[in-house]
């Protein structure tokens, strides 16, 4: 690991340095790490001030809402990370520890610095076979939470739709769907599969990650805890636990959810492949009519391999909010965990790549009946969290509110259109990757 650029460094601590006495020390501690690193590291020196700067930064980072934080202390934190990582030197797991904390928690601006020194430290800890597995993975077991199905609306079933069918009969009509055969080549499913944690841990056991810890994150218990993915698969997956508890859905247990998993460990986002269909978007209809984004989509055809990258890959994803491509998430828990009623703003593809989930689905129009929260943290998700368990008497109109559910099985990809109100609920041990775009 080198030092970092003297005037990228430079610009990062003169933004923060202004912001008061506590980011202007943290400032200084940077600065000396930097400057214990030359002609020689001193790695003491060098550990002593990344971490009086890790620990003023992390103090600023969750001390209130975490949008309401001043942007330049997350500069300071990823250079500190880097700095602590850099003077760990042959304690690599600790060093890629510090890189995954300013790879979560710091700006954007040194993600380029931090993920070349954890591919190097990766290289370091020894060469991964990502390409086989130590053992067979587990043969399938039965759901242990089974939600039946009891939506009046049938969620239709789609063999991997063209491009132009998906945007005329999904996208502009806002209308759900569940695909099939998109994402049967992803190596995910085949060659390098998910559904064997030996593997997920040989590959990623010892990168830390934040899980959510409580019944979902509504939960007055609610916390979130760091721990390496190789942890926290012990503890919450393969022993059994997690929300399913007694087969009571949301009894407890710990999800690792909504998390940027693939940003950070580029060596599980060779696993799979953005969907052909997150290139298209209804705001061409808004810029130049509904004629353009028809054409594009069909000039996409011919190639609408979800998985190869085909010619609507040349069509790059450059949406307001999502200039480099649709967000990925990675879901991943046992049997239980669920994410209570709530809607999101944008398009989203919700890929099962192992395990089902029960998903219930309320349209935008049902809105008033579902009561959304006020408070303006969690003002997308509603007052009920269980559609299956509400106070009738506390949320009347809710009862008759027509909705939609679907059991998503491994290998599907639901899509959700934007502000359609989702309740979503894993059956069994669970990995799921969502992309959202515009």
């Known amino acids: 690991m080198e030092k970092l650029s003297d005037t990228a460094l430079s610009a990062a601590l003169d933004a923060a340095a202004a912001l008061g006495s506590d980011a202007a020390s943290a400032c200084a501690a940077v600065r000396r790490a930097h400057e214990f690193c030359a002609p020689e590291i001193d790695a003491a020196a060098v550990l002593k001030a990344a971490e009086e700067a890790r620990a003023l930064a992390w103090t600023a980072l969750h001390t209130g809402p975490w949008a309401a934080v001043a942007p330049p202390w997350r500069g300071v934190y990823a250079c500190a ?79 991997r739709p063209s491009l132009a069918w998906f945007y005329n009969e999904c996208l502009r009509p806002a209308a759900p769907a569940v695909l099939t055969g998109v994402i049967d080549g992803w190596p995910a499913r085949s060659t390098r599969p998910w559904s064997d944690l030996a593997y997920l841990k040989r590959v990623a056991g010892h990168r830390t990650v934040p899980v959510e810890v409580g019944a979902h994150y509504l939960d007055d218990a609610f916390d979130e805890r760091l721990m390496t993915i190789a942890d926290f698969l012990e503890a919450h997956v393969e022993g059994g636990g997690g929300a399913a508890g007694g ?35 209804l705001e061409e209809d808004e810029e130049g009519g509904e004629g353009d984004a028809e054409e594009a989509a069909a000039a996409a055809e011919g190639g609408a391999e979800a998985e190869a990258g085909g010619p609507a890959k040349r069509r790059r994803v450059a949406r307001r909010g ?14 239980g965990t669920l994410s209570p009623l709530h809607h999101d703003p944008d398009h989203n593809l919700l890929a099962q790549v192992v395990g089902s989930k029960y998903v219930r689905l309320y349209s935008p129009e049902q809105t008033e009946r579902l009561y959304p929260r006020t408070d303006a943290v969690h003002r997308v998700s509603s007052q009920i969290v269980d559609p299956d368990a509400h106070d009738a008497a506390r949320f009347p109109r809710f009862g008759g509110a027509p909705y939609a559910d679907v059991v998503l099985n491994a290998g599907e990809v639901l899509y959700i259109p934007p502000r359609w109100w989702h309740f979503v609920e894993a059956r069994e041990t669970s990995f799921s990757v969502s992309f959202w775009w515009r």
């Open 81 to 159: 990370c880097y700095y602590a990582a850099l003077a760990h030197g042959d304690d690599i797991d600790a060093a890629l520890r510090a890189l995954d904390l300013g790879l979560m928690l710091g700006d954007a601006r040194f993600r380029p610095q931090l993920l070349r020194a954890a591919e190097r430290l990766e290289a370091r800890r020894g060469a991964v076979d990502e390409s086989a597995t130590a053992a067979a993975p587990p043969p399938p077991q039965p759901p242990s939470v089974c939600r039946p199905l009891s939506g009046g609306a049938r969620v239709p079933r789609l063999p």
């Open 247 to 281: 087969g009571a859905a949301g009894g407890g247990g710990a999800y690792l959810a909504q998390h940027q998993l693939f940003t950070q460990l580029p060596q599980l986002r060779r696993d799979i492949a953005v969907p052909d269909y997150c290139s298209l978007s």
């Open 322 to 335: 999502y200039p480099d491509g649709p967000a990925i998430n990675a879901w991943l828990g046992p049997a």
